[in-house]
């Protein structure tokens, strides 16, 4: 994930047409390994196909096109993919071969799904955290200010077992260390729970729940620290990976077998990293631009990409299923006591 103005004269941005489609084609790049499977078809959300046949599943496939800088892709609780689209200030939910786009202005990046259905979603722009219902298309600002101070341009987010919101405020100073992370609690207070980064960027929950992990984009590394759920506090922070790129990490996805999947800015690049923090890079994408991803648990899309440079979402079959994910639903999910248990024995 990343604030737009700070890139587009690296990757050599132009706007985009109005129009998004779907694709039931490859990308022609160059895979990062080998490796053939047939795939009969891949479904997009409940009842819906988006390719037939899959010969290759090492090569991204396009999913949509044309998104106005897409970042952070996530599915609600149907099945049905979301992603925000930055710069045009609009979510956007992809159904089939057409893209519905839901205005709510400013710039929207990290979004999480509560346990209402609501998108909670940070506003880079209007340096605020706030909520859109899909059914009733309102919106309402949930926090705008930590320390009597406004937010520093929040970027990412992701809610805790118990509903906590942790999110990412990196601001748009890349080169000092005047980042910081900020909780929401379940009663509605905003404190910091850490500062002094590097440009913190995309963020994940562990699948047990015990640690949290960001990406300090700047560093070219991730921080890992312990989660205290009851207390809602993040500490022993230290630096747990170094990710390279001429950017760096970007927005992050745990898999269902513990690996950390991060995207890497600058070089297109999706690595893993092992519960020890070993670094493995996984594919290779289209695009050098990479904002954000997430695991589609509901079908077979795989790991799912917004990728900026290409204005696309792409998915990634071969990289498998994700970790179950968190609702902001303020009781933990049936199947994180057993991940907790598995990831220990492995």
């Known amino acids: 994930m990343m604030t737009s103005n700070n890139y587009e004269s690296l990757i050599g941005y132009s706007e985009p047409g109005p129009r998004s489609h779907l694709y039931s084609r490859f990308v022609h790049s160059k895979p990062s390994f080998t490796g053939r499977r047939s795939i009969s078809s891949i479904e997009f959300g409940p009842g819906q196909t988006v390719a037939t046949t899959i010969e290759d599943d090492t090569r991204p496939h396009i999913l949509a096109e044309g998104i106005n800088f897409p970042e952070s892709p996530a599915f609600d609780r149907h099945g049905r993919l979301w992603c925000a689209e930055l710069k045009s200030g609009n979510l956007c939910l992809l159904r089939g071969k057409e893209t519905k786009r839901f205005p709510v202005g400013g710039e929207p990046n990290g979004i999480a799904f509560d346990s209402s259905g609501r998108i909670v979603f940070c506003d880079s722009k209007n340096c605020s955290i706030r909520r859109f219902d899909p059914r009733s298309g309102k919106t309402k600002v949930l926090?705008?200010?930590?320390?009597?101070?406004?937010?520093?341009?929040?970027?990412?987010?992701?809610f805790d077992a118990l509903g906590n919101l942790v999110f990412t405020c990196p601001g748009d100073l890349r080169n000092a260390p005047t980042g910081y992370v900020c909780v929401l609690t379940r009663q509605g207070d905003v404190r910091r729970i850490g500062s002094g980064f590097y440009f913190p960027n995309g963020m994940a929950f562990s699948p047990d729940g015990r640690h949290l992990v960001v990406a300090e984009t700047s560093k070219q590394r991730l921080l890992r620290g312990y989660w205290d759920v009851k207390r809602a506090r993040w500490s022993e922070l230290r630096p747990w990976a170094d990710m390279g790129g001429s950017i760096g990490p970007g927005g992050m996805a745990y898999a269902a077998d513990g690996r950390l999947l991060v995207t890497i800015q600058g070089e297109g690049l999706v690595k893993s990293v092992t519960p020890d923090g070993i670094v493995e890079t996984v594919a290779q994408?289209?695009?050098?631009?990479?904002?954000?991803?997430?695991?589609?648990?509901?079908t077979t899309l795989g790991l799912v990409v917004t990728?900026?440079?290409?204005?696309?979402?792409?998915?990634l079959p071969f990289l498998g299923r994700g970790a179950p994910i968190v609702p902001g639903s303020g009781k933990p999910?049936?199947?994180?006591?057993?991940?907790?248990?598995?990831?220990r024995i492995r």
Do not use: I, Y
């Open 333 to 343: 999910h049936p199947l994180r006591k057993w991940l907790s248990m598995a990831l």
């Open 143 to 158: 926090a705008d200010r930590v320390d009597g101070k406004p937010l520093f341009k929040p970027n990412d987010l992701a």
């Open 307 to 315: 990728e900026a440079a290409g204005s696309r979402l792409l998915s």
């Open 285 to 298: 994408l289209p695009g050098n631009l990479p904002t954000n991803c997430a695991f589609d648990s509901h």
